[in-house]
């Protein structure tokens, strides 16, 4: 089973994507007991409207307490996304991610959906920034 | 436990009648003090921002303290102190650079805004250097600043540009006045005022005007392998790199290029370049030195009052019309300036 994991924000802003092969027993007995326990992945947000939007309601989603600059890692194991902001990063995830970044690169990764217009509110706002995805080369590994 | 501030007494009151000394008054301020201890992490960070002194057009005297740590390549914080105010070079130049950058930070808002560091009331700059292995970031925890060495392939070390540096401390400035939230338009701001005072700090200590300045944000911290010249450039949003590995710079300009994401806050590092070209746009149109007329006029608006957490753009630039009026009366050349890089950002106040 493929797992995917996007790192966004931190002081630069920049969007990184890696990717994993784990087998369907590892990812059932360990990874996605994980993140069921992580809270839910990304809540589909009031996307922010260009111009004025009186009355928009700050979501919950937002960066966690005082820290600023930091990244957010987003976890895709199969159909199930946590959204995880590296300040409370724990260890399992970590090791994940270590992997990750070590595996071989693959080829083209399959397109990911990007935003989703207004009023679609499904957990496939699987959004990456721009500039990311697709164009991962062997050159570096961040 | 999560508890709710609900008491009638506001907490800047609250601030003030926990300071008192008047030994008739001390069960007042002994109960104002239990009650600021239960308001919540953010109502305590406002209440000090309200009560921080506001002070302009004078320097103030000699409170910048500053104190630097090594966290050793750990992800631990705060590390070793490794350098205090006054302390000899330490050698280390991610700890020296981090040292001198605070110091000019502290002085902008000093000499030239007359706050007495962050929180305007003298509060001690703490800094760590070397955090993580091969660490690609720097970050504000809400209590202090936190740099890596980067991977040495992408990035090198955080330090090495003082708009890093100045951007970091510019959110303990923010967090300490309006405290916008960071998340969607709030957020952008957020990211788009320490990009502004980011680069005031460096354009002052090296005494560059509008018309000469880069408005560059980490300039210097990429590798040689990276084509690109910085992370951000506020005169030319979206232009700072454009890379095989990490894409091309996806800031926009103006509004009708804003970028919606759930990533990154709602692309508070992405959005941030609207309000950000809007300040070039007053500062190179009012010419001279940026941090004097069109740096006064945003800070002046960050201390209005008329800019609450979840601010968006058009509010934002409201506040900076008002404070540009305030402070150059109406109908003067300020006004326009900024009333008109507003506009050519697509931003109506």
């Given at each position: 089973?493929r797992?995917e994991i996007t790192?966004?924000?931190?002081?630069?802003g920049?969007?990184?994507?890696?990717?994993?092969?784990?087998?369907?027993?590892?990812?059932?007995?360990?990874w996605?007991?994980l993140a069921?326990?992580a809270e839910?992945?990304?809540?589909p947000e009031p996307?922010?409207?260009?111009g004025p939007?009186?009355?928009?309601?700050p979501?919950?989603?937002?960066?966690?307490?005082?820290?600023?600059?930091?990244?957010?890692y987003?976890?895709?194991?199969?159909?199930?996304e946590?959204?995880?902001?590296?300040?409370?990063?724990?260890e399992?995830w970590?090791e994940?991610?270590?992997?990750?970044?070590?595996?071989?690169?693959?080829g083209?990764?399959?397109?990911s959906?990007?935003d989703s217009?207004?009023?679609?509110?499904?957990?496939?706002?699987?959004s990456?920034?721009?500039?990311?995805?697709g164009?991962?080369?062997?050159?570096k590994?961040? | 436990?999560?508890r709710?501030h609900?008491?009638?007494?506001?907490?800047?009151?609250?601030?003030?009648?926990?300071a008192?000394?008047?030994?008739?008054?001390?069960?007042?301020?002994?109960?104002?003090r239990?009650?600021?201890?239960e308001?919540?992490?953010?109502?305590?960070?406002?209440?000090?921002a309200?009560?921080?002194?506001v002070?302009?057009?004078?320097?103030?005297?000699?409170?910048?303290?500053r104190?630097?740590h090594?966290?050793?390549?750990?992800?631990?914080?705060p590390?070793?102190a490794?350098?205090?105010e006054g302390g000899p070079?330490?050698g280390?130049?991610?700890a020296?650079?981090?040292?001198?950058?605070?110091?000019a930070?502290y002085?902008?808002?000093?000499?030239?805004?007359?706050?007495?560091?962050?929180?305007?009331?003298?509060?001690?700059?703490d800094?760590?250097?070397h955090y993580?292995?091969?660490?690609?970031?720097?970050?504000?925890?809400?209590?202090?600043?936190?740099?890596?060495d980067?991977?040495?392939?992408?990035?090198g070390?955080?330090?090495?540009?003082?708009t890093?540096?100045?951007?970091e401390?510019?959110?303990g400035?923010?967090?300490?006045?309006?405290?916008?939230e960071?998340?969607?338009?709030?957020?952008?701001?957020?990211?788009?005022?320490?990009?502004?005072?980011?680069v005031?700090?460096?354009?002052?200590?090296?005494?560059?005007?509008?018309?000469a300045?880069?408005?560059?944000?980490?300039?210097?911290?990429f590798?040689?392998?990276?084509?690109?010249?910085?992370l951000?450039?506020?005169?030319?949003?979206?232009?700072?790199?454009?890379?095989?590995?990490?894409?091309?710079?996806p800031q926009?300009?103006t509004m009708a290029d804003?970028v919606?994401?759930?990533?990154?806050?709602?692309?508070?590092?992405?959005?941030?370049?609207?309000?950000?070209?809007?300040?070039?746009?007053?500062?190179?149109?009012?010419?001279?030195?940026?941090?004097?007329?069109?740096?006064s006029?945003?800070?002046?608006?960050?201390?209005?009052?008329?800019i609450?957490?979840?601010?968006?753009?058009?509010?934002?630039a409201?506040?900076?019309?008002?404070?540009?009026?305030?402070r150059?009366?109406?109908?003067s050349?300020?006004?326009?300036?900024?009333?008109?890089?507003?506009?050519q950002?697509?931003?109506?106040?």
């Amino acid at each position: 089973m493929r797992i995917e994991i996007t790192r966004s924000g931190g002081f630069g802003g920049l969007t990184r994507t890696w990717s994993l092969e784990v087998s369907a027993s590892e990812a059932e007995q360990r990874w996605l007991p994980l993140a069921a326990e992580a809270e839910p992945g990304p809540a589909p947000e009031p996307a922010p409207e260009p111009g004025p939007a009186p009355g928009e309601e700050p979501t919950a989603s937002g960066g966690s307490g005082a820290h600023r600059d930091r990244f957010t890692y987003r976890i895709t194991i199969g159909y199930t996304e946590v959204l995880v902001p590296e300040e409370r990063l724990e260890e399992p995830w970590r090791e994940l991610i270590d992997r990750a970044r070590a595996a071989p690169v693959p080829g083209p990764p399959a397109p990911s959906p990007g935003d989703s217009g207004p009023g679609t509110d499904s957990k496939q706002q699987a959004s990456d920034g721009p500039g990311a995805g697709g164009q991962e080369s062997p050159r570096k590994l961040l | 436990m999560h508890r709710t501030h609900c008491g009638i007494v506001p907490p800047h009151l609250l601030t003030r009648l926990a300071a008192l000394q008047d030994p008739r008054l001390s069960a007042a301020s002994r109960a104002a003090r239990h009650a600021l201890l239960e308001l919540q992490p953010v109502h305590r960070i406002r209440a000090d921002a309200l009560r921080a002194p506001v002070r302009r057009g004078s320097a103030v005297v000699g409170t910048l303290a500053r104190r630097i740590h090594d966290a050793g390549g750990r992800e631990e914080l705060p590390g070793t102190a490794v350098r205090p105010e006054g302390g000899p070079v330490t050698g280390d130049a991610a700890a020296d650079e981090a040292y001198d950058g605070l110091g000019a930070t502290y002085r902008l808002f000093s000499e030239e805004y007359g706050r007495s560091s962050i929180d305007g009331a003298g509060k001690r700059l703490d800094a760590t250097v070397h955090y993580g292995s091969d660490y690609d970031n720097a970050f504000w925890d809400g209590e202090r600043m936190v740099f890596g060495d980067g991977d040495g392939e992408i990035f090198g070390r955080f330090t090495a540009s003082l708009t890093v540096i100045s951007h970091e401390l510019t959110h303990g400035f923010t967090q300490y006045s309006t405290n916008l939230e960071y998340q969607g338009q709030s957020g952008a701001l957020n990211e788009s005022l320490s990009d502004v005072f980011g680069v005031l700090v460096e354009q002052r200590e090296l005494g560059q005007d509008a018309a000469a300045a880069p408005w560059l944000i980490g300039a210097g911290i990429f590798t040689e392998d990276v084509q690109g010249v910085a992370l951000r450039s506020l005169k030319a949003p979206g232009t700072a790199y454009d890379d095989d590995v990490l894409g091309r710079d996806p800031q926009p300009a103006t509004m009708a290029d804003y970028v919606r994401t759930t990533s990154d806050n709602g692309g508070v590092h992405i959005n941030s370049g609207i309000p950000n070209h809007a300040f070039y746009r007053a500062a190179t149109a009012l010419g001279g030195e940026a941090w004097k007329a069109a740096g006064s006029i945003w800070y002046d608006a960050v201390l209005s009052g008329d800019i609450p957490s979840d601010c968006d753009f058009p509010t934002f630039a409201r506040a900076t019309v008002r404070a540009a009026d305030k402070r150059f009366g109406s109908g003067s050349r300020e006004v326009g300036a900024v009333a008109e890089a507003w506009a050519q950002v697509g931003v109506v106040p």
